[in-house]
């Protein structure tokens, strides 16, 4: 079954894989995750809320959870609803058809009568149907301003995990692993030298990992200092 078609121009990150996240203190959130992912999970196990500040991996798990349905050809839907808020709770018909619905950003919907209705009963059609449901937000369920009571006796029964901020040591580790999967050497000279002179959030790194891949592909040269210092202007 293919994924279902939402004309939202919503699209999935090709480097939002499970092999490309670097846990640090989130490892037990990250295997949860997996788990919902595997074809035995049962529905105690498939409904998960991810919550946390902004960077810390929500969107990455979630769109990787995504990707591995995608995989074995199961239909997966991704929602971002603080950019698809506008569209109205019409857009949660008929989401268990999906075997795994993503919503992202739950906190941008808490609060509006029309989408928490709409929640509660796609909550209840995806149960219903053995389905798998993914959720994220930048607060945890309790601190939700959610005014529906029916949904929040739902929200109860979600494994809840926060994710938090990765240190500097595994912000590296982080840089290396996603170099090394774009076949970039980084020692940890160089990725500390980047830590201590770039932006710190992991979407500004990756973005820039990704200015030095395609600079380093047109050079020909490796990841060292001085060619950081000659590509960035540092």
């Not at 050809?73 to 795994?100: F, I, K, R």
Request: proline share 4%.
């Amino acid at each position: 079954m293919k994924p279902i078609q939402l004309p939202l121009g919503v699209r999935l990150r090709d480097d939002a894989t499970f092999a490309n996240y670097y846990p640090g203190a989130n490892a037990a959130a990250l295997g949860y995750v997996e788990r919902l992912c595997e074809a035995d999970a049962g529905w105690t196990e498939s409904l998960i809320y991810l919550w946390g500040a902004q960077g810390v991996g929500r969107s990455h798990l979630l769109q990787a959870a995504c990707l591995r349905f995608e995989q074995r050809g199961e239909a997966v839907v991704y929602l971002p609803l603080g950019e698809v808020v506008q569209h109205g709770p019409e857009l949660l018909d008929n989401l268990e058809l999906c075997e795994l619905v993503c919503l992202d950003d739950l906190d941008a919907v808490a609060g509006r009568s029309d989408w928490e209705e709409g929640l509660f009963h796609l909550f209840n059609r995806l149960r219903d149907s053995g389905r798998r449901l993914l959720l994220a937000g930048t607060m945890s369920p309790r601190e939700l301003p959610i005014q529906l009571p029916d949904l929040k006796s739902r929200l109860t029964l979600a494994l809840v995990f926060q994710l938090h901020e990765l240190s500097d040591e595994d912000k590296l580790r982080a840089l290396q692993l996603r170099a090394s999967r774009r076949g970039l050497q980084m020692s940890d000279e160089v990725g500390r030298f980047i830590l201590t002179r770039g932006e710190r959030s992991m979407s500004a790194l990756f973005e820039l990992l990704e200015r030095l891949d395609q600079a380093s592909l047109q050079a020909q040269r490796k990841l060292t200092i001085p060619f950081l210092k000659e590509t960035l202007g540092w």
